[in-house]
C-alpha cells in the first residue's frame, strides 16, 4: 500500500494543483506545458467532450484554450487531495471569474523528477453552480 | 517515477474496470462494496453531482444507486489505461443498455493488498453520445 499521510506530499500536490489554475487563468502556455508530466501517460476530459490522450493532444487543447478571448480567471474551490505514494488526485469545483463554481474536476498529479506534474485532468459540469463558501478546503 | 509500462499491470487493471461495470450492472452491492479500497482514501464524482469523499458516503451513494428500479446494464467502452506504479486511471465511456455512450467517465484505483482497487470514480455527460464502436480499446 503506498503512503497516504504524508502532509507534505499532500501539501506540494495541492500546490502543484492551484498552479493548474493560475496558469489557466494567466493564459501561461509555458507554464501550462511545463506542470504537465513529462513522460507519465497523460490524458485530458474536457468538460462535455471526448477523451484526450497522450502529452501532444492533451498539450494542444490547452495550447487552444489559453489562446481564447477573452482570458477569464478559472477559480479552483475546496480542493481535496488524496495521496497514493508517488501518485495523487484531487477533486474540487471550477468556476469562472466571480461566479458560483458550476464544474466539478479531478485532477491527478505524479511525482516526477522530484515536482508533482499533472496526468490527468477531468470537468463537467455540476447540476447547479455551487455558491462561493468561507475556506472549506479539505485534505483528507 | 513509477512503472508506466508494465502489460501484465495493465491488463489487471482493465479487469478491475470491467469488474466495476459488471457489479453496478448486476446491482451488486456486495461485489461494488469489495471492488473499492479498503484503506486508501476514495472519492467519486457522480454525473452533476456535488463530490462524495471517504469510503461511507461513497458506498452509500452506490448502495442507494444499486438498489434502484429498473436496474440497466452500464456499458463501458474505449477503456485507456495508464499505469502510474502501483497506481493507474482509465478513460473510458459510458452507455446504458443498447444506447449509445452517452457519459465520459475517469476511474482511478490502487494496488492493495496484491489487488486494483478502485480509489475514484468520476463520470459526466457528453455533448453529444458516441455510437458504439468496433472495439478500440487503447492500452497506452
Not at 35 to 50: D, F, K, N, T, V
Request: glycine share 6%; hydrophobic share 45%; with cysteine.
Amino acid at each position: 500500500m503506498p503512503d497516504t499521510n504524508d502532509a507534505a506530499a499532500k501539501a506540494a500536490v495541492k500546490e502543484a494543483n492551484a498552479a493548474f489554475y493560475r496558469a489557466f487563468s494567466a493564459g501561461d502556455a509555458a507554464a501550462m506545458r511545463d506542470l504537465w508530466a513529462q513522460r507519465a501517460p497523460i490524458a485530458c476530459l474536457h468538460p462535455m467532450a471526448q477523451a484526450l490522450v497522450g502529452r501532444e493532444a492533451v498539450l494542444e487543447s490547452f495550447g487552444k484554450l489559453l489562446r481564447q478571448a477573452p482570458r477569464f480567471e478559472l477559480r479552483c474551490e475546496q480542493p481535496v487531495v488524496s495521496l497514493l505514494g508517488e501518485v495523487a488526485f484531487v477533486t474540487c469545483y471550477e468556476g469562472a471569474g466571480g461566479e458560483p463554481a458550476h464544474l466539478a474536476a479531478t485532477n491527478v498529479f505524479v511525482l516526477e523528477d522530484g515536482n508533482w506534474r499533472m496526468v490527468h485532468h477531468h470537468a463537467g459540469p455540476l447540476s447547479s453552480p455551487i455558491m462561493r463558501a468561507p475556506d472549506r478546503s479539505l485534505v483528507n
